[in-house]
């Protein structure tokens, strides 16, 4: 009996502990959440346009893209818990992990803001007999180094090589695919994400110094299941 109400106890402060924690912490690790959700957006529409790009390297970067800010959202919801409850070992690797995950999304951000040079796709594509329809419509190209591609291998001509597609000889597209390049806009909610992430980390540095130097005594998972384990013999 006086251990069920030993327990009881315990679970009584431990909820006052998550009440009365401060929210300042939360308020700046809820804001990243928001960004994390729109970049997931703009990813997931980029990466729509290129599902039809045969084994195109960059629709695997843009699929890594999107893993890393899908795994986000869970990452910065544990953030919210390990703040709530002060654990004090959780924060500091917690904000380390989430520096590493916001300079690698930074890093496939600024590769996906450059020139993005189509030759090595468009080889592969040929090689495997499959359709070049994906750079010919958008980069008004045609074969690997022009409409003679087909017409050695004697092949038709798609009407991918045509403008608009009309089919007619005057509107067919005499630059090879190899030759071109793509460049992706660099929407400015992604610099407004990472400069959030950033300030997030440097928060998290600030607030892990204040709890350590307040005197809050350190917790931690691992000591809260000792203290339960204490409890119940």
Known sequence: MEDDQETRVWVV???????????KPLRQCAHPQIFTCADIYIYYGMLKEHMDC????????????????VLLVPLLILGLIFIYLHFSREIRIYATVLFVATWLQMMLSILFAQQYQTVGDVLRIWRNRKSLEFFESRCQCCG????????????????????????????????????????????????????????????????????IRSGTPRRSMRSERRSIGSLNP
Not at 13 to 23: C, D, L, Q, S
Not at 59 to 64: A, Q
Not at 177 to 185: G, R
Request: net charge neutral; glycine share 6%.
């Open 13 to 23: 402060n431990f909820v006052g502990t998550i009440i009365e924690a401060r929210k």
């Open 54 to 69: 045969w084994h195109c390297l960059f629709r695997s970067y843009m699929i890594i893209a999107l893993a890393i800010n």
């Open 144 to 211: 690997v180094l022009g409409p003679d591609d087909y017409k050695l291998g004697g092949l038709v001509i798609p009407l991918s090589c045509y403008k608009d597609l009309s089919g007619m000889d005057e509107d067919l597209f005499q630059s090879g695919c190899s030759t071109q390049s793509m460049k992706h806009s660099f929407p400015i909610i992604q610099v407004i994400s990472f400069i959030v992430q950033y300030v997030l980390v440097i928060c998290l540095k600030v607030f892990l110094y204040i709890l």
